[in-house]
């Protein structure tokens, strides 16, 4: 995915990457931007299906990394859990 991300942001279109374990080819492949959200399941990227409340929120954050992260590489932990913020 980071490659992507890469390759995307070459030609001008900013990205975010959801990550849930941190300790993966990202490390190495470095994408621009980074969520981490290290409560999740694998199976749940984006938390439950149907918990819109939940997936609104993570797309509010991507949004928000998108117009306030100004360095590359940038890891943004976010301490959710599939339920909602803690």
Known sequence: MGLIARTIEQVGISTVCFN??????????????????PF?????????????????RLVLDALEMLSTCRTAGTVLRLPYTVWGPN
């Open 20 to 37: 849930l374990l941190l300790a993966t080819p990202s490390n190495y492949v470095r994408p621009p931007r980074t969520i981490w959200l």
């Open 40 to 56: 999740f399941p694998f199976s749940l990227p984006l938390g439950l299906p149907g918990y819109e409340l939940m997936q609104h």
